[in-house]
């Protein structure tokens, strides 16, 4: 009997958004939000990645590095469709309150206005979480030619910043409601997985923590950029000699999607190798973080959570799902 590692499971993933989940099939995304009249409303945009349309892109870290910036375009342009969704039902609740309040018409982001806004995203969060370590490593501790020892300092603030961050943000009313989301598209994603049929008794059941999950891949990238970088650094030292702040960062930024590309395959394949010690020793730091960044959810935001993956399958995929089983009643045959 073969492993259930080795069987061929539909790669899908997603994300949670305001009141909702967005969830992607090979084909497609959708995204399902609860509206404030307790309906479920669905956007669905059919997608098929730079990976697919041109194969060149298709080589290990490469491909990582692409999926990964598309992943984070899709992220914003589907948060912010979530965020203008809720913005519409607290301003028809406002308007309730005060009728002669002029209703202001608003438009969805471009792809052009989420690129934007990922780039700002972006300058923020290396700024603060990969720029200032290296910054207080140097200032505070006098091991900038110690190529390891000085990766391993700066790692260590990078992981607290982000430690902290995450922390002080769970406490956040709104964070902590979208967190109960993520753990619902975990969730649905896991029975899913386990070709389970999809109804919140029957995914309720399942873990909120996913071995596949952004949070560990954060993680991952973090871990992995210690050695990575201690290596480029060795090897700047050895050709020139010299090493500065200045010199860290002009290298190091640039090779930052380098580390994601590892880090998506060092994802990818710890994903088959779930059994495997090491592999489990490897993805346990990215698990135990996610009992911060995801929350139980309650059935109707699983509801939500299943109606954005069946979407995101459409009838293409449909098969993929497990039936309702078929109720048949026994014929008994009456003697006259």
């Not at 090979?26 to 194969?55: C, M, W, Y």
């Not at 964070?175 to 899913?192: D, P, Q, S």
């Not at 991952?220 to 860290?248: K, N, P, W, Y």
């Not at 960044?293 to 109606?307: F, G, K, S, Y």
Request: glycine letters at 6%.
């Amino acid at each position: 009997m073969a492993n259930q590692s080795d069987e061929k499971i539909m790669p899908v993933g997603g994300q949670a958004v305001i009141e909702g989940v967005m969830m992607r099939s090979p084909k497609r995304i959708a995204t399902a939000v609860r509206r404030a009249n307790g309906t479920i409303e669905v956007r669905v945009d059919e997608f098929q990645s730079l990976i697919q349309r041109h194969k060149i892109l298709n080589i290990p870290i490469v491909r990582g590095a692409v999926t990964l910036i598309e992943v984070m375009i899709m992220g914003i342009k589907t948060l912010q469709w979530s965020a203008d969704k809720a913005m519409e039902d607290l301003e028809a609740e406002e308007a309730k309150k005060n009728p002669k309040k002029k209703k202001k018409k608003k438009k969805g982001m471009s792809t052009t206005g989420a690129v934007f806004s990922l780039v700002i995203a972006l300058g923020i969060g290396v700024a603060f979480f990969f720029a200032l370590p290296l910054f207080l490593t140097t200032e505070i501790f006098n091991i900038e030619r110690q190529a390891l020892t000085f990766n391993l300092v700066a790692g260590l603030f990078r992981i607290t910043f982000f430690l902290l961050y995450v922390w002080a943000i769970s406490f956040m009313k709104d964070v902590h409601r979208l967190f109960e989301y993520h753990g619902a598209e975990h969730k649905t994603v896991f029975a899913f997985e386990k070709k389970t049929l999809l109804s919140p008794e029957n995914v309720q059941k399942f873990s909120t923590y996913h071995p596949r999950c952004g949070t560990s891949f954060l993680v991952m990238v973090m871990l992995i950029s210690l050695l990575f970088f201690a290596v480029v650094d060795t090897l700047i030292m050895l050709s020139t000699g010299q090493m500065s702040l200045l010199i860290r960062l002009a290298v190091h930024l640039p090779l930052i999607p380098v580390v994601g590309g590892i880090s998506y395959e060092g994802l990818k394949a710890s994903a088959k190798n779930m059994d495997h010690p090491l592999v489990r020793a490897l993805i346990a730091p990215g698990l135990w973080l996610q009992r911060i960044t995801t929350q139980p959810p309650d059935d109707q935001q699983l509801e939500v959570a299943i109606v954005a993956l069946k979407t995101a399958l459409g009838e293409e995929f449909a098969g993929e799902l497990v039936d309702e089983p078929v109720i048949q009643s026994e014929v008994i045959p009456v003697s006259a």
